[in-house]
Nanobody
Framework: VQLQASGGGLVHAGDSLRLSCTASGRAFGSYGMGWFRQAPGKEREFVAGITWSSYSITYYADSVKGRFTISRDNNKNTVYLQMNSLKPEDTAVYFC????????????????????WGHGTLVTVSS
């Protein structure tokens, strides 16, 4: 599976952005998907995750809950991250990730659970 993230950019605090991550290959619906981010000088951190298939259970980091929404369109092999009310502290490179066979909140929140990673897209939020 190859992942291509897009949609990043420079915005002002309070603005919105939607990131997309498109996967190549088959059986996209069988992959659990996650978004992570890494700010300069910081560790990569979990942002949001969505389970595979039709259940589409979602998980969020506390820092983005209520502002970000993860969703997926299996017909388009794409997962989205809608980011509203952006803050300067949301500035980071955002990565999408995919894996099969993961289950439960702790798995989705752990970067080591994911087998495939995209290259990332930069989001910069100015104050």
């Amino acid at each position: 599976v190859q992942l291509q993230a897009s949609g990043g950019g420079l915005v002002h605090a309070g603005d919105s952005l939607r990131l997309s991550c498109t996967a190549s290959g088959r059986a996209f619906g069988s992959y659990g998907m996650g978004w992570f981010r890494q700010a300069p000088g910081k560790e990569r951190e979990f942002v949001a995750g969505i389970t595979w298939s039709s259940y589409s259970i979602t998980y969020y980091a506390d820092s983005v809950k209520g502002r970000f929404t993860i969703s997926r369109d299996n017909n388009k092999n794409t997962v989205y991250l809608q980011m509203n009310s952006l803050k300067p502290e949301d500035t980071a490179v955002y990565f999408c990730a995919a894996s099969q066979g993961i289950s439960g909140s702790s798995w989705y929140r752990n970067a080591a659970s994911y087998h495939y990673w995209g290259h990332g897209t930069l989001v910069t939020v100015s104050s």
